[in-house]
């Protein structure tokens, strides 16, 4: 059984930490099968992509759903007809059905997905609302009863 060291990606990111705390606290993989792999980039202050290498499998057979902060991407190969068929000799591409699940941290959306050569691109942004934001508080100071402008004492 593997290991990994996340606390690395800590320091590195905003957004997924309740992810890599409930990953650091599992074996690592849900039902213990690591298909298909899969990074989570940070791409800006505030956006991230996952990437699921997804060989094999056509647009139509790929299903991503964003519900309540948990990401579940699907994935299904159609059944080959007779016509298409052939007598496989060694199959070391996967093809089997896979569903993957990322929880996402508040204010994470998704914001684009697209399949380009394998790889399943799903692109996230955090985006805190504006009273969530931290906001400046200008300071006044007072004297003799009256209110003065900070910059104006200065």
Same mark, same amino acid.
């Not at 000799?89 to 959306?109: K, M, N, P, S, W």
């Not at 394998?118 to 906001?135: S, T």
């Given at each position: 059984?593997?290991?990994?060291? =996340? ?31 899969? %990074? ?5 202050? %505030?956006?991230?992509?996952?990437? $699921? ?17 948990v990401?579940? &991407? ?9 016509a298409?068929?052939?007598?496989? =000799? ?13 929880? =996402?941290?508040?204010?994470?959306e ?6 380009? %050569? ?18 400046? $508080?200008?300071? %006044?100071?007072?004297?003799?009863g009256?209110? &003065? ?5 200065a």
């Amino acid at each position: 059984m593997r290991t990994f060291d =996340l606390s690395p990606l800590y320091r590195s990111t905003v957004g997924f930490d309740r992810l890599f705390s409930m990953l650091d606290k599992t074996t690592g993989f849900e039902g213990g099968s690591p298909y298909p792999p899969y %990074n989570i980039e940070r791409t800006g202050e %505030n956006s991230y992509r996952v990437t $699921i290498a997804v060989a094999g499998f056509a647009e139509p057979e790929l299903s991503i759903e964003a519900k309540e902060n948990v990401l579940t &991407v699907k994935g299904e190969k159609q059944p080959a007809t007779d016509a298409q068929r052939a007598e496989v =000799l060694y199959q070391g591409i996967a093809a089997r059905a896979f569903e993957r699940v990322f929880r =996402l941290a508040d204010f994470v959306e998704v914001k684009a997905a697209k399949l380009e %050569n394998g790889l399943l691109h799903i692109d996230l942004v955090r985006e805190i609302p504006e009273a969530m934001k931290p906001r400046t $508080i200008r300071i %006044n100071a007072v004297s003799n009863g009256r209110v &003065v402008d900070a910059k104006a004492a200065a």
